[in-house]
């Protein structure tokens, strides 16, 4: 294997010590570089400086520094060869007379790798357009004038809040205009920003969907806020429930919830944005992978609704990747005084980053994209769906057909927890429903991803996840292949 060539001890304080009629400087150099070695502070293979250098650094002779590395050269801790640098040859060990063990810390147990990812979060990362997206940054790097380089504005650069206006109008329904957009990290970021700014305006509570994504929860409650539970049934939200609160903002994701999979009904929507004026609160809407509905076009957003009265947050972190860290709030208008006040230390991502991404848009690459990816999803979706039924039919499927998970039901005797564990050591990743709960429930299912495998994945992973649920099985139900 190549030895960096970048390893260079330049920085190793060598101690020479004080002068001594008994010793020669280069004795007194070896004996420092020695015992730099034998300490572990110069790794094997790591390059000692040059003779000329270390000279200069020590103030020495060349001479003395040649001789030292000679004398360790012939004792094996240096190695010298023509043409590349000199590098230590020795490392410590534990032989007596040696440099003492170091103490025994004991290893944490190997956790498997991961062959097959059925984890919910991730869109398909084989399928990200790297060439349309160097693209775009090159376009930018090329183009961005001198003052586009300088210091981002907090609230984002002004052609992606426009870009991704016009966007969210024409594709989500949204009313959204350059002024009221904020580009932020993603929606957790988004969600911190907001809550803030409700927190200094006075609203201390907080509504979540129960289950929901956990993340959401901490970021309102690292904001300062106190955080209210609420169910979800068929319907989506149960806005009675969340009535009986004292919130007075909610997050919801009415396009498509997560983890359940439930569209928020009409009524619920309107009886939603009721409830938001009749407690002079707010909705801050999760929009963050409704633009994977299957069955038929994405429904708008409810934040053309009430713009007033509804925040939007969204991300590229599902359509994309989120390793951009790209996202997006829209703010009721009356709103962005206080977003700005509330966080002055705010920073939007890198500048070039937004021109890429408002690049992206206005090339009309990221709708077509959005079309590549809802066609391989819908279609590994239902090779998921069809695997499922023939090798787990104890399971039952349930959420709208979109997104990037299902849901998949099983018997109320079912150690999902159990299952999930013993998937793990077969290197098959799963989430059991109760890890988006606030409290356990006798509801058994899993939470199953299909953004990040391959289609060709899906049967071996279910056969895993049949294996999983079979060993895990309670001993008076038979197994459902008997």
């Known amino acids: 294997m190549a030895v960096s060539q970048t390893n260079l001890a330049w920085a190793t304080l060598l101690d020479v010590g004080p002068p001594d009629h008994g010793r020669r400087l280069h004795d007194r150099l070896a004996h420092a ?3 730099t070695i034998r300490g572990g502070r110069l790794a094997e293979g790591a390059a000692v400086p040059p003779s ?17 590395y000679g004398q360790l050269v012939a004792e094996g801790y240096l190695s010298a060869r023509v043409g590349s640098a000199t590098r230590v040859s020795w490392t410590p060990d534990t032989s007596p007379g040696t440099a003492p063990p170091r103490p025994h810390t004991p290893r944490a147990p190997a956790v498997p790798p991961i062959r097959y990812d059925l984890a919910p979060g991730l869109p398909d990362l084989r399928a990200f357009p790297r060439r ?22 907090p609230a984002g650069h002004a052609v992606p809040r426009t870009t991704v206006a016009q966007y969210l109008r024409r594709s989500r329904g949204a009313d959204a205009h350059a002024a009221s957009v904020f580009v932020c990290a993603g929606v957790t970021d988004g969600l911190v920003r907001t809550c803030r700014a409700l927190r200094a305006e006075g609203i201390a509570d907080l509504a979540v969907e129960d289950p929901g994504w956990g993340r959401l929860r901490d970021a309102a409650t690292s904001a300062g806020l106190r955080v209210h539970p609420v169910p979800v049934d068929h319907d989506g939200l149960r806005v009675d429930d969340l009535a009986r609160t004292p919130a007075r903002t909610v997050v919801v994701g009415a396009a498509h ?12 929507r309107a009886q939603l944005v009721r409830w938001a004026r009749e407690v002079d609160g707010f909705v801050i809407e999760d929009d963050y992978d409704a633009e994977f509905r299957y069955d038929h076009h994405p429904v708008a957003v409810m934040q053309g609704m009430d713009p007033s009265r509804v925040f939007l947050l969204s991300s590229v972190s599902k359509t994309l990747s989120p390793a951009l860290g790209l996202g997006w709030l829209v703010a009721p208008a009356a709103m962005t005084p206080a977003l700005r006040a509330a966080n002055p230390v705010a920073a939007a991502p890198p500048v070039l980053d937004q021109l890429a991404l408002a ?33 787990v039919p104890q399971g039952r499927v349930a959420g709208t057909a979109a997104g990037l998970h299902i849901l998949l039901h099983l018997p109320n005797d079912t150690d999902t927890s159990a299952t999930v564990r013993a998937a793990a050591t077969n290197g098959l990743q799963l989430n059991d429903l109760d890890d ?12 199953l991803g299909y953004g990040n495998i391959s289609d060709t994945e899906i049967p071996p992973a279910v056969a895993l996840l049949r294996e999983a649920l079979r060993s895990t099985a309670p001993r008076s139900r038979p197994h459902a292949d008997q």
Do not use: C, M, N
Not at 52 to 68: D, F, K, M, Q, Y
Not at 134 to 153: E, F, I, N, Q
Not at 364 to 375: F, K, M, N, V
């Open 33 to 35: 570089l020695r015992t």
């Open 52 to 68: 000329r250098a270390l000279a200069e650094e020590l103030g020495i002779s060349r001479w003395v520094v040649t001789e030292a």
């Open 132 to 153: 349309r997206w160097a693209d775009a940054v090159r376009a930018v790097t090329g183009s961005a004038v001198h003052y586009d380089l300088g210091l981002p504005h």
């Open 257 to 268: 919830q997560f983890p359940t999979g439930t569209v928020l009904s009409p009524a619920r």
């Open 359 to 391: 690049t992206f848009i206005d090339r009309g690459w990221y709708d077509a994209h959005l079309r590549a990816a809802r066609r391989r999803f819908r279609s590994r979706r239902d090779v998921l769906v069809r695997t499922l039924g023939a090798q």
């Open 436 to 447: 988006y709960r606030t409290k356990p429930s006798t509801e058994r299912a899993l939470v």
